[in-house]
């Protein structure tokens, strides 16, 4: 019987297979649904919705056309040591997704534009100082990454009349947003920012990206937001320039281990602001939607959508 495997090494996605055998009965019937590790024929499947699968599954199944990212990153599923060579790799795109990280940007650009950061820190000590406020147009906010997520925060602060620079490896152009492209234009996108948000993809050249002679290109008191993932930020680095002052906050979203340890060094520092992987998930109705589709396109002889490249890792 076709099936559909929902594997991951690390999260329960019990719902998430709830929400898949509900999208398949409306299409495909056939398709049997079943969350690894139960048991299954490996010649029955025909694609694996994965959320960093562990090794040794992936490479078990002689039918398998399809590894669908269960998120908008795939570098969970590249890591993946016995990863079959020729079989296609999806991920998610989702416009209210894009909308989420929009919402997520826009406030983390406010906590910092507003110096939320400096009335935190007054309330906590019974201090009532207002502080200074400038305009919108004298804010400028940098995004590196100018891909689904990335274009959209963009544009929604350049909607509410922010300065908006972006960055990406290939040259974009929007309307009312300074473009840069590649390493060799990485200074002068990071020279003027007053905010830079990291919306990259992780690969071989954006892992560490954040490190002291990032933060060097930046000017005093600029401040950082990750909601790319945890490993484009050398922790140390950070940590030096925060305690520098040459950084004046960041808002960390994503971790190299998550959930993160409460122990971890990154939770003390008053610099610092955490949120929990929270800027933007797409709906598991829309990812089984997403998903099952790819399988009906597969089975009736059709290219899966959201497909990466592998060479450029995303
Ligand atoms: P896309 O693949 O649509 O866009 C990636 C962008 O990054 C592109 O503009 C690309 O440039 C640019 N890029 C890639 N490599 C480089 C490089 N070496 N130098 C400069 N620019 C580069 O991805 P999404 O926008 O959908 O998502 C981006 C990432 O955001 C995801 O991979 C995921 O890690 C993270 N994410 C985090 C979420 C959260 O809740 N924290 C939610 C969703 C996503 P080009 O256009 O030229 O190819």
């Known amino acids: 019987m076709p099936t559909l495997l929902v594997c991951s090494g690390t999260d329960d996605l019990q719902s998430l297979r709830v929400a898949l055998a ?23 499947v025909l694609a694996v919705a994965a959320w960093h699968p562990p090794a040794g599954v992936l490479n078990r199944l002689p039918q398998l056309q399809l590894i669908a990212s269960i998120g908008a990153g795939v570098e969970h599923v590249l890591r993946v040591p016995d990863l079959p060579a020729q079989v296609a790799i999806s991920r998610i795109v989702d416009s209210q997704q894009a909308r989420g990280m929009a919402e997520f940007v826009l406030w983390a650009t406010l906590h910092y534009h507003r110096q939320m950061d400096q009335v935190l820190r007054q309330h906590a000590q019974r201090v009532w100082r207002m502080p200074a406020q400038r305009a919108a147009s004298e804010c400028r906010v940098g995004i590196m990454g100018l891909g689904v997520m990335g274009e959209q925060a963009a544009r929604c602060l350049r909607d509410n009349g922010f300065a908006v620079s972006g960055w990406s ?33 992780l690969t071989a ?6 490190n002291t002679a990032f933060f060097q290109m930046l000017k005093p008191g600029a401040a950082l937001v990750n909601a790319g993932r945890g490993e484009h930020v050398v922790t140390d680095d950070l940590l030096a320039a925060l305690d520098s002052g040459h950084l ?9 281990q998550e959930p993160l340890p409460p122990e ?6 008053p610099g610092i602001l955490i949120t929990p992987h929270m800027a933007s998930a797409a709906s598991e109705t829309e990812i089984a939607r997403q998903i099952v589709d790819n399988v009906a396109r597969l089975r009736s002889g059709k290219a899966a959508l959201h497909t990466i490249d592998r060479e450029r890792r995303y």
């Open 169 to 201: 490896r290939s040259k974009h152009s929007i309307a009312g947003v300074d473009t840069y492209a590649g390493a060799g234009e990485l200074p002068a996108f990071l020279a003027p920012l007053d905010v830079v948000v990291c919306l990259l993809p």
């Open 205 to 210: 050249s954006t892992l560490g990206i954040c």
């Open 248 to 256: 004046r906050g960041a808002v960390l979203d994503t971790f190299a």
């Open 22 to 44: 509900q999208a398949a009965a409306l299409v495909m019937p056939d398709l049997q649904v079943r969350l690894w590790p139960e048991a299954v024929d490996p010649h029955d």
């Open 264 to 269: 971890d060094p990154l939770w003390n520092h």
